[in-house]
Structures are given as C-alpha cells and as structure tokens.
C-alpha cells in the first residue's frame, strides 16, 4: 500500500509563512507528478503547485509567493508559502501520481489533508 502524509499546516498572521511536507511510504516503485491542491470551505478543490522533471507549475494566485519543491531521495515534496494573505486559508491536500511495486500501472494518491488559516 501507499500513503500519503501531510504535515506543517497551522495558524498564522498575513504576510506571514508556512512550509507544508507530505512524504509517501509504502510499495513505492516510482513517482511522478507531485503537486498541492486546497480547498477552502464552500469552494471547489484548486491546483496550488506541480512538480515534475525539473520543471513547477503554480496557481497564478500564489505565482511569486510559494514555492514548491521534491526530494525524491526522501519520496517527498514541499510548499514553501511566503507572503500569506487570508484568502490562502484553506485546507491543503498532496497529491502525487505513483507507480506502486504491487501494481502494473500508477494511479493518483492523495493525502488527507492539513489546515492552513491565515488571520488578518
């Protein structure tokens, strides 16, 4: 099996920072595309960030202000969010595309989730 666990979420000031990990365990044979999504309360689940050979892909929203980056000798990814604005609040889920040993083919995974809240 594969998991996905997210860490780093909290409380904090606008214009203020968090950094956000989520490291996968498990039968990991290979991993993919690696991103952040969040979800504010009554909204739909919006792409934060992306990584993937090299290149990141970010949310115009957060363009300049976060940060994403993979450690694949660790098998995790993380957030840097710098300049936090109240409407960053939201609750923040990784995602990556895996190839497990048990499994032919790979398959989306999420993780369960962490709280970020910025007060203004």
């Known amino acids: 099996q594969v998991q996905l666990v997210e860490s780093g979420g909290g409380l904090v000031q606008a214009g203020g920072s968090l950094r956000l990990f989520c490291v996968a365990s498990?039968?990991?044979?290979?991993?993919?595309?690696m991103g952040w999504y969040r979800q504010a309360p009554g909204a739909q689940r919006e792409l934060v960030a992306t990584?993937?050979?090299?290149?990141?892909n970010y949310a115009d929203s957060v363009k300049g202000r976060f940060t994403i980056a993979r450690d694949n000798a660790k098998n995790m990814v993380v957030l840097q969010m710098n300049s936090l604005k109240p409407e960053d609040t939201a609750v923040y889920y990784c995602?990556?595309?895996?190839?497990?040993?048990?499994?032919?083919?790979?398959?989306?995974?999420w993780g369960q989730g962490t709280q970020v809240t910025v007060s203004s």
């Open positions: 995602n990556e595309y895996i190839r497990s040993i048990l499994e032919s083919r790979g398959r989306e995974y």
């Open positions: 990584t993937m050979s090299g290149s990141t």
């Open positions: 498990g039968t990991i044979g290979s991993i993919g595309v």
